[in-house]
């Protein structure tokens, strides 16, 4: 008796946690050169390459967290070419995402000017159930690097195109990736919450944009990102 009851308890429990393993599918957007691959190279194996070699359509990684004790997430964060010869595939792309980063280099104006060309591609080729874009958060990469974009501008921009917040972040310094990431998650799996308890009415309207969020609202958490194979 003892016996089955130890089997139905580890059943359950196995039952438990698998129903807390969820798998999200995150774009990385921006134009040529922001810094895409590198952002995601540097999360999943926290390694940095100075050299550029273009993405060719679309790539792809794979990080398992460990969110908490009960929530397991496989994250698959898929990295856009920025090159205008792959835009016509990005539907394709796009397809079952439920979160998205743009991407600009803080050291080329035209990549911020990109900004909203991927945000509004993004808003018009995916819709959640409520009717609301999904979760995007923008990313001022190369931060180690003297910026030529004014703050107030970033700020400006992330509202007016309906980011959540905005992050300041460097590939090769390892600077505001592990929060970012962590951010846009905690707002999926709040969204993802919203919506199945009751079709997104409890969704908010439009979330204001956390102003002068970045990094500093998420202390380093490196303990909660276990590494796998990317
Ligand atoms: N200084 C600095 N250089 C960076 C940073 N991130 C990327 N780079 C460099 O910028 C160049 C472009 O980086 P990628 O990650 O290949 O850019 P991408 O957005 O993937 O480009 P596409 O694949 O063409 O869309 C490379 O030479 C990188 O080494 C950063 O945070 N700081
Ligand atoms: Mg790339």
């Not at 202390?219 to 990102?225: G, Q």
């Amino acid at each position: 008796m003892q016996f089955i009851l130890k089997i139905l308890y580890i059943n359950m429990n196995t039952a438990n946690y698998k129903n807390k393993e969820k798998t999200f599918k995150v774009l990385v957007l921006g134009d040529v050169g922001t810094g895409k691959t590198s952002f995601i190279r540097r999360y999943v194996s926290q390694k940095f390459f100075i050299n550029y070699k273009a993405t060719i359509g679309s790539d792809f990684a794979l990080k398992v967290i460990d969110w908490d004790e009960n929530c397991q997430i496989k994250l698959q964060l898929w990295d856009i070419a920025g090159q205008e010869r792959f835009s016509s595939m990005t539907r394709v792309y796009y397809r079952d995402a439920v979160g998205a980063f743009v991407a600009f280099d803080v050291t080329r104006a035209a990549t911020f000017d990109a900004v909203a060309k991927w945000k509004q591609d993004v808003d018009t080729k995916l819709i959640l159930p409520t009717g609301l874009p999904i979760p995007a958060v923008l990313l001022a990469n190369k931060c180690d690097q003297e910026s030529i974009v004014r703050k107030d501008k970033v700020n400006k921009l992330c509202e007016d195109l309906g980011f959540l917040c905005s992050f300041e972040t460097s590939a090769k310094e390892n600077i505001g990736i592990d929060e970012s990431i962590k951010f846009l998650l905690t707002k999926i799996l709040e969204t993802e919450q919203s919506v199945s308890s009751n079709a997104g009415v409890g969704l908010p309207e439009k979330e204001p944009p956390a102003r002068n969020c970045c990094a500093c609202h998420y202390p380093k958490t490196k303990s909660l990102m276990n590494d796998v194979d990317g």
